[in-house]
């Protein structure tokens, strides 16, 4: 029998369990094996047609997206807010029930408002794909994160992951937090104290301020950008202070006892939070986060794809 996910939407990793999180890994090795090979397209959703509805930029999610799409042969519509019949009032609700009434089977949206995959969710009955909601949750980053460290490591059980920079206004953070806590990993947040959200260590977090005692600590560092688009206040002096005080750079690694594993969701701010010599650097997977990508997105959207089919 085929085994499938609990959920019938993507929303967030706090709504998977555990063996959801494996059948997506195992999905995601089989297309990974596929994207290797010479053929790299199947015909599996040809009968499907998927609509990317992105009111935020985006290069990595979206074209990954697309490209998983496309892989499994559904019919892909794009749809940005720019440019589009938003900038005239109409609402989220009408703009994608009247794409969906174009017989559209699954919505793959981005949002900058927290819990708006959730909202759409509630009102429309496709599946609904969260590709990042505003500060709330990322969840196909935190899958493709995880998929990485797994493949790097052997494992993401028992492992130490630290998470620095702007966890404040991280959709990363959050999700990449509970996925790495289902699959058994450690975890920390790193980052000055004004950018630690207000009783993180009650999501079972360690806490550090010192990033040096922060990477001596961990197997993998997941470095993230400072979201100044996110910010409405300054949060600290400036960028070169926090690039003193937390940027990493290949002299700060290379005097540890220690190998971390860096990783960056990007974009990147080189020279802010990663110098190009780390972020180019041996210790890096942050391009093999990006091919990962494809391969997780193409079982998120076959799994569910399997649920449509079920009704
Ligand atoms: N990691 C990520 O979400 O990148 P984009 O904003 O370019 O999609």
């Not at 202070?241 to 190998?259: A, H, M, P, Q, R």
């Not at 391009?287 to 494809?294: A, C, T």
């Given at each position: 029998m085929n085994r499938l996910l609990s959920t019938r939407n993507l929303l967030g990793i706090r709504e998977l369990n555990r063996e959801d999180l494996d059948l997506i890994f195992e999905t995601a090795d089989n297309f990974k094996n596929l994207l290797n090979s010479k053929i790299r397209k199947v015909p599996t959703l040809r009968d499907i047609t998927i609509a990317n509805i992105f009111f935020e930029n985006s290069t990595r999610t979206r074209v990954s997206f697309e490209l998983a799409e496309k892989r499994l042969s559904a019919d892909v519509v794009n749809f940005s807010s720019s440019g589009s019949s938003v900038s005239k009032g109409e609402t989220l609700i009408d703009t994608v029930r009247n794409i969906l009434s174009m017989k559209v089977d699954m919505v793959v949206m981005r949002h900058p408002v927290p819990g708006a995959c959730v909202f759409l969710a509630k009102h429309i009955d496709v599946p609904v794909v969260?590709?990042?909601?505003?500060?709330?949750?990322?969840?196909?980053?935190?899958?493709?994160?995880?998929?990485?460290?797994?493949?790097?490591l052997g494992t993401v059980s028992g492992k130490k992951v630290v998470i620095i920079g702007d966890i404040l206004h991280s959709r990363v953070a959050l999700s990449n937090i509970f996925c790495l806590q289902k699959l058994g990993a450690e975890v920390m947040v790193c980052g000055p104290a004004t950018l630690l959200?207000?009783?993180?260590?009650?999501?079972?977090?360690?806490?550090?301020?010192?990033?040096?005692?922060a990477l001596e600590w961990a197997d993998v560092a997941n470095v993230l950008r400072i979201q100044l688009?996110?910010?409405d206040i300054r949060y600290f002096p400036s960028l070169r202070?926090?690039?003193?005080?937390?940027?990493?750079?290949?002299?700060?690694?290379?005097?540890?006892?220690?190998?971390p594993v860096i990783m960056h969701p990007g974009p990147i701010n080189r020279g802010v939070e990663l110098s190009s010599d780390v972020a180019d650097g041996t210790h890096s997977i942050i391009?093999?986060?990006?091919?990962?990508?494809?391969a997780i997105r193409m079982a998120v959207i076959f799994l569910l794809s399997q649920k449509i089919n079920n009704n």
């Open positions: 969260n590709a990042g909601d505003g500060t709330r949750e990322h969840p196909t980053q935190a899958l493709l994160d995880a998929f990485s460290i797994r493949e790097k959200p207000r009783h993180i260590e009650s999501l079972g977090v360690k806490v550090e301020t010192d990033v040096r005692k688009e996110r910010q202070e926090y690039t003193l005080n937390f940027g990493i750079n290949k002299t700060i690694l290379d005097s540890l006892n220690n190998n391009l093999d986060q990006v091919e990962n990508g494809v």
